[in-house]
């Protein structure tokens, strides 16, 4: 999938906000090698190299248009861009912090996949992961709705995934025998959007894009506005203009056993 930064961006405080909350809980005082999983336009990494200025930071991110607006970043030299998939992610020496904020859940076999990078820590090192789990909300609900309806079912019905995300108690399933301090939470944010349609907006900078990408013309235009339609009636509009968007999030912060050197 080509990511649009215009689009995704578009509500970037709101979409930063989690990943701030998650930077502001790490208990590191110190970190020499930090990796960023998906760090798309980069901000939350140009933050993480502020908060760590002696460390060694890498950005890793598979859409290279992402990689090119993170590179306009004030200070962005400081940081290392690679593009890379984060599937296929082995660093050459163990880092002090894997952070990945709205990334992993694009990724399947969550199991093996937050086993295989806690185990990339250095002793001491902190796994720091946020993502949504928002797929039973209306916003997810209705796309998959809007995908069986029409003439364009059988394009998009293979696109449609099962909720990515599970439940926290599967998370400390899986890290807590290795780790020495785990915490797991979810928070949910009371989103204010104002303008038109601006759900919709939002999806179409993450989960409708894929839909959308496989449509053209005509069909594609049908697919939007029905989704349009849909999503607009479970989220209407407020007296004030405002429209308020919900959004559960998961974090996941896991400490490796041992003590920095």
Same mark, same amino acid.
């Given at each position: 999938?080509?990511?649009?930064?215009?689009?995704?961006?578009?509500?970037?405080?709101?979409?930063?906000?989690?990943? %701030?909350?998650? %930077?502001?809980?790490?208990?590191?005082?110190?970190?020499?090698?930090?990796?960023?999983?998906?760090?798309?336009?980069?901000?939350?990494?140009?933050?993480?190299?502020?908060?760590?200025?002696?460390?060694?930071?890498?950005?890793?991110?598979?859409?290279?248009?992402?990689?090119?607006?993170?590179?306009?970043?004030?200070?962005?030299?400081?940081?290392? $861009?690679?593009?890379?998939?984060?599937?296929?992610?082995?660093?050459?020496?163990?880092?002090?912090?894997?952070?990945?904020?709205?990334?992993?859940?694009?990724?399947?076999?969550?199991?093996?996949?937050?086993?295989?990078?806690? !185990? %990339?820590?250095?002793?001491?090192?902190?796994?720091?992961?946020?993502?949504?789990?928002?797929?039973?909300?209306?916003?997810?609900?209705?796309?998959? +709705?809007?995908?069986?309806?029409?003439? $364009?079912?059988?394009?998009?019905?293979?696109?449609?995934?099962? !909720?990515?995300?599970?439940?926290?108690?599967?998370?400390?399933?899986?890290?807590?025998?290795?780790?020495?301090?785990?915490?797991?939470? +979810?928070?949910?944010?009371?989103?204010?959007?104002?303008?038109?349609?601006?759900?919709?907006?939002?999806?179409?900078?993450?989960?409708?894009?894929?839909?959308?990408?496989?449509?053209?013309?005509? +069909?594609?235009?049908?697919?939007?506005?029905?989704?349009?339609?849909?999503?607009?009636?479970?989220?209407?509009?407020?007296?004030?203009?405002?429209?308020?968007?919900?959004? &559960?999030?998961?974090?996941?912060?896991? &400490?490796?056993?041992? &003590?920095? +050197?």
């Amino acid at each position: 999938m080509q990511w649009d930064p215009k689009q995704y961006l578009g509500y970037a405080d709101l979409r930063l906000r989690p990943g %701030m909350d998650l %930077m502001a809980a790490i208990p590191l005082a110190r970190a020499d090698l930090i990796y960023d999983l998906g760090c798309g336009a980069g901000q939350l990494t140009q933050l993480l190299q502020s908060r760590w200025p002696l460390a060694r930071v890498t950005g890793l991110d598979s859409s290279p248009d992402m990689l090119a607006k993170a590179r306009t970043l004030s200070g962005a030299g400081q940081v290392e $861009w690679r593009e890379a998939d984060i599937a296929d992610f082995e660093p050459a020496q163990a880092p002090d912090l894997i952070f990945s904020n709205a990334v992993l859940h694009w990724l399947d076999d969550h199991g093996n996949l937050f086993a295989k990078l806690f !185990d %990339m820590l250095a002793p001491g090192g902190v796994l720091a992961i946020q993502m949504p789990r928002n797929h039973g909300a209306p916003s997810h609900t209705t796309m998959i +709705e809007a995908a069986a309806s029409g003439p $364009w079912k059988d394009t998009l019905q293979p696109l449609l995934r099962p !909720d990515p995300v599970s439940p926290p108690d599967v998370y400390y399933d899986i890290l807590s025998q290795q780790a020495a301090d785990l915490s797991i939470w +979810e928070t949910e944010y009371l989103q204010v959007l104002h303008g038109p349609d601006p759900v919709k907006e939002w999806t179409k900078g993450t989960a409708l894009k894929p839909l959308l990408d496989a449509l053209e013309g005509e +069909e594609q235009a049908a697919f939007e506005a029905d989704y349009t339609a849909r999503v607009r009636a479970a989220y209407p509009r407020r007296d004030d203009g405002a429209t308020l968007f919900p959004f &559960r999030r998961l974090f996941v912060l896991a &400490r490796s056993a041992g &003590r920095r +050197e």
